[in-house]
């Protein structure tokens, strides 16, 4: 199948990038080397893609801690404001608008369990 689409390309005037490219294995295939053009590709078990970490298992606990270590780091962007604010409700804007975007981002394309919605709740109490 990738020999096809690499003939494709060839076809219309691409050209496949065969040493940045990686892939990603599901359960189906085999564990066989995978090449192209008697080039070795890199393998890889997870990817971010469009602010997802995707992987085969489709396990979102690595995705929910990467958002949880974002958040953080957006929290620390404005922590030296939020602690100098004595206004409740500006801090509390500081938060809704800086680390609840950060953590949520690409929440309606996650399938969440019950164990992952208590997980991004905790910053919330």
Request: aromatic share 8%; charged share 25%.
């Amino acid at each position: 199948m990738l020999a096809d689409l690499g003939r494709v390309c060839g076809n219309v005037g691409l050209q496949l990038n065969l040493t940045e490219g990686m892939f990603m294995r599901n359960g189906q295939v085999s564990d066989a080397p995978f090449s192209l053009n008697r080039t070795n590709n890199s393998e890889c078990a997870s990817y971010v893609y469009l602010g997802r970490e995707v992987n085969m298992a489709n396990n979102l606990a690595p995705e929910l801690r990467r958002r949880k270590r974002a958040a953080w780091g957006a929290f620390k962007s404005v922590e030296e404001v939020v602690k100098k604010t004595k206004d409740a409700r500006m801090r509390a804007h500081l938060f809704d608008s800086t680390v609840l975007p950060v953590l949520t981002y690409a929440l309606m394309t996650w399938t969440i369990r019950k164990q992952g919605k208590d997980a991004i709740s905790v910053p919330r109490r």
